[in-house]
C-alpha cells in the first residue's frame, strides 16, 4: 500500500520561512514524480510545485515561484517544500502527492492527509 | 493559465444521478482527471484521462468530454458520495497543472 506521510506545519508571522516534509512507503520512490497541493481555508485545491524523478527537474506555480523550493532526497524516500517569504495568503493545508505513470500520466494518484500552515501576525 | 469554471454546488436526491461540469478551453487538447475531497480525508481519484476509472472506483463515477467541457456523472448517488469535487488538467509539457474550482455535492 502507497504511504504518503507530511509533516512540518506550523504557525508562523510573515516573512519566516518552514521546511515541509513528505514521506513516502510502498513504492520505489525513485521512480515517480511528486508534487505539492495546497488548500487554503474555504477554498479550492491549487496545485504548488512538481519535482520529476530521474532530472529531478522542478516546476513551481506563478504564486509561488522564487519563494517556494521543492526538493527531494531518494535515498530516504522523503519529499520537501522550503517555504521562504511566507504570506497571509500562503495560509493552507500542504498536501503531497504523487503524480501519475502510465495511462495515469498527467494525474495524481495518491495523497497525503496534509499538514497545515499558518501564517499569521 | 485558464481557470477551469466549476458549478459551485449540485443538490441531488438519494438514487438520482448528478452532474458536473468542468469547462475551459484548455481541455479541449488536455486530458481531464476528476477528484473527491471529503472533510479532513485525503482527495481520492476517481476517473483519469478524461473517463477511465482507477481500480476501486464504483462504476456509477463515469466521466466524458465534448470540446470544451468536462462532465463527471455519478448515478445512482449515495450518502456516502457527498463531497467536494474537483476537475483537473496539465499543460502540454505535463509540468504545470491547474484545478477546477471545485463543486459541492450535497445529497438530500
Known amino acids: 500500500e502507497v504511504k504518503l506521510v507530511e509533516s512540518g506545519g506550523a504557525v508562523v508571522q510573515p516573512g519566516e520561512s518552514l521546511k515541509l516534509s513528505c514521506v513516502v512507503s510502498?513504492?520505489?520512490?525513485?521512480?515517480?514524480?511528486f508534487h505539492w497541493v495546497r488548500q487554503a481555508p474555504g477554498r479550492g485545491l491549487e496545485w504548488v510545485s512538481l519535482?520529476?524523478?530521474?532530472?529531478?527537474?522542478?516546476y513551481y506555480a506563478d504564486s509561488v515561484k522564487g519563494r517556494f523550493t521543492i526538493s527531494r532526497d531518494d535515498s530516504r524516500g522523503s519529499l520537501f517544500l522550503q517555504l521562504n517569504s511566507l504570506r497571509n495568503e500562503d495560509t493552507a493545508l500542504y498536501y503531497c502527492?504523487?503524480?501519475?505513470?502510465?495511462?495515469?500520466?498527467?494525474?495524481?494518484?495518491?495523497w497525503g492527509q496534509g499538514t497545515p500552515v499558518n501564517v499569521s501576525s | 493559465s485558464d481557470e477551469l469554471a466549476q458549478p459551485p454546488s449540485v443538490s441531488v436526491s438519494p438514487g438520482e444521478t448528478a452532474t458536473i461540469t468542468c469547462v475551459a478551453d484548455?481541455?479541449?487538447?488536455?486530458?481531464t482527471y476528476w477528484y473527491q475531497h471529503k472533510p479532513g480525508q485525503a482527495p481520492i481519484e476517481v476517473i483519469y484521462?478524461?473517463?477511465e476509472r482507477p481500480s476501486g472506483i464504483p462504476d456509477r463515477f463515469s466521466g466524458s468530454t465534448s470540446g470544451t467541457k468536462a462532465t463527471l456523472t455519478i448515478r445512482a448517488v449515495q450518502a456516502e458520495d457527498e463531497a467536494d469535487y474537483y476537475c483537473?488538467?496539465?499543460?502540454?509539457?505535463?509540468?504545470?497543472?491547474?484545478f477546477g474550482t471545485g463543486t459541492r455535492v450535497t445529497v438530500l
Open positions: 483537473q488538467t496539465a499543460d502540454s509539457s505535463g509540468n504545470f497543472y491547474v
Open positions: 484521462r478524461d473517463k
Open positions: 519535482i520529476n524523478w530521474g532530472t529531478g527537474d522542478k
Open positions: 510502498g513504492l520505489k520512490f525513485e521512480d515517480f514524480a
Open positions: 502527492a504523487r503524480a501519475g505513470t502510465g495511462n495515469n500520466w498527467g494525474g495524481f494518484d495518491s
Open positions: 484548455v481541455l479541449a487538447n488536455q486530458y
